[in-house]
């Protein structure tokens, strides 16, 4: 059975750095195509980040520059780094994992697994 946990979310001040992580079970992560979503509320869920089996990362224009994604074959583990933070990046951050090879943010829809989301909250 696969899942994905996420942790790693929390209270900042703007400018602030968190690392949230998504640790997976019942697959193997670097098989699969995995990204980082998040949602506001009131907003429509959007892709943050994503990477692919063969090392590839894709980036909204909102985070570029300052978040980078990584994953830790070895603990099974994806990564979200986030730097400069502003209050805009407040959400809930959700990881994903499907197993079609995306070469791109995909879709929401496009993600068969879902983990439950940690909460990222910047304050001015």
């Known amino acids: 059975q696969v899942q994905l946990v996420e942790s790693g979310g929390g209270s900042v001040q703007s400018g602030g750095s968190l690392r949230l992580s998504c640790a997976v079970s019942?697959?193997?992560?670097?098989?699969?195509?995995m990204a980082w979503f998040r949602q506001a509320p009131g907003k429509e869920r959007e892709g943050v980040a994503a990477?692919?089996?063969?090392?590839?990362?894709y980036y909204a224009d909102s985070v570029k520059g300052r978040s980078t994604i990584s994953r830790d074959n070895a603990k099974n583990t994806l990564y979200l780094q986030m730097n400069s933070l502003k209050p805009e990046d407040t959400a809930m951050y959700y990881c994903?994992?499907?197993?079609?090879?995306?070469?791109?943010?995909?879709?929401?829809?496009?993600?068969?697994?879902w983990g439950q989301g940690t909460q990222v909250t910047v304050s001015s």
């Open positions: 994903a994992a499907d197993r079609r090879w995306y070469w791109r943010l995909a879709a929401p829809h496009e993600y068969n697994y």
């Open positions: 019942g697959y193997t992560a670097s098989d699969y195509s």
């Open positions: 990477t692919n089996s063969f090392g590839g990362t």
